[in-house]
Nanobody, 119 residues
Framework: QVQLVESGGGLVQAGGSLRLSCAAS????????MGWYRQAPGKRRELVANITTGDSTNYDDFVKGRFTISRDNAKNTVYLQMNSLKPEDTAVYYC?????????????WGKGTLVTVSS
């Protein structure tokens, strides 16, 4: 079993910054892609950014140039640096990890951390 613990959410004014962290723990053989998704009230969950084992990154067009995803493989942790935040970025942010564990390769989700951007 893999546990994902997210931190770093909160309330910030428009134009401000936040840094999200997500640490994976458990009996993990290898972590492949890591990513962040978000879900705003009344909307579907959508990809924000993801990063491969080779540090290739992919971003949603709305956050390009403002958000940066990174990972620390030694700590099994993925980060999301969010700058120039906008009220439209308000959502619950979920960590997602593709990991090879006892029993095979699986997708895991964190419980989410709320980011609120005030205007």
């Amino acid at each position: 079993q893999v546990q994902l613990v997210e931190s770093g959410g909160g309330l910030v004014q428009a134009g401000g910054s936040l840094r999200l962290s997500c640490a994976a723990s458990g009996f993990i053989f290898k972590i492949f892609a890591m990513g962040w998704y978000r879900q705003a009230p009344g909307k579907r969950r959508e990809l924000v950014a993801n990063i491969t084992t080779g540090d290739s990154t992919n971003y949603d067009d709305f956050v390009k140039g403002r958000f940066t995803i990174s990972r620390d493989n030694a700590k099994n942790t993925v980060y999301l640096q969010m700058n120039s935040l906008k009220p439209e970025d308000t959502a619950v942010y979920y960590c997602n990890v593709d990991a090879y564990v006892l029993g095979g390769q699986r997708d895991y989700w964190g419980k989410g951390t709320l980011v609120t951007v005030s205007s």
